[in-house]
């Protein structure tokens, strides 16, 4: 099982179809488990610092022996096959992933701390729903990547 | 006017959904016009040079006065901040945008050298599909920042 946490809702009808069909696609490989938190609080009304905090307590509480990997516009820039390594070392330590999209603030320096990678999707940003499909698009892609199996068109 | 050209269709249902939703929101702006080349031909039947060679001249064919900007993985990243710049700058000179999204292949070194500007929306590899899906994201995301406004979600 792979796990992918995110804040704030999926309301987006092109995503949402996107990300469902990489979870099916993913079904023979392995599950993910996507998990919607509530987002902090409104930017524009609340200090981002008490946002990220409350944003903490809620991802923390949700990782219990998982290896936590955080997506942020400040991590390391993978390629698809330095990405499918990850997911490959998980079936060697057999420890189970757990995945974190930042919020519209970003990651409180807990967060970080507790992360055993921060990665970036890429140096330009994207909302949270755009990159939870970019990041099971690439999960589908590293399972095609390990199997040594064509990625069809 | 902001064209965008790639090879090989569009059959990904939710891919055609966000591209539409982009050039929609996009229309107060800018239009944006798609333009689909024929892939030019099957990796596993022909030499990856005689397929560039195909794509390349069928989409130099196309740029008229406008200025050529690649998508490549191995070209510049940019912020989106970075990136709203080109966008702004269009303004500025009035040279219409023209766009290319590679094919399976890759493009031809004629191509890399017609273009003013080689960029990379990410170190990972995208299909087509999900680099047309991005580009216009951003393009309407420059739009935004460009405007000042909020990009709202």
Redesign the interface.
């Known amino acids: 099982m792979i796990k992918i946490a995110y804040f704030g809702s999926l309301?987006?009808?092109?995503?949402k179809?996107?990300v469902e069909?990489y979870c099916k696609w993913l079904k023979p490989y392995v599950n993910l488990s996507l998990l919607e938190l509530k987002s902090g609080g409104d930017i524009n009304r609340e200090p981002v610092e008490s946002i990220q905090k409350k944003e903490a307590a809620a991802l923390l509480k949700k990782v219990k022996s998982e290896e936590l990997i955080i997506l942020d516009e400040g991590g390391e820039?993978?390629?698809?096959k330095g990405?499918s390594t990850i997911i490959k070392n998980r079936q060697v330590t057999s420890r189970e992933l757990f995945f974190a999209i930042g919020g519209y603030t970003g990651f409180h320096e807990d967060v970080k701390r507790s992360a055993s990678k921060i990665l970036s999707?890429?140096?330009?940003?994207?909302?949270h729903?755009?990159a939870l499909l970019?990041l099971t698009?690439?999960i589908y892609?590293s399972m095609k990547i390990i199997k040594g199996e064509k990625?069809h068109?």
């Open positions: 309301k987006t009808r092109f995503v179809s996107g069909r820039a993978l390629t698809s990405f999707l890429s140096r330009m940003t994207f909302t729903e755009m970019l698009e690439q892609r990625y068109y």
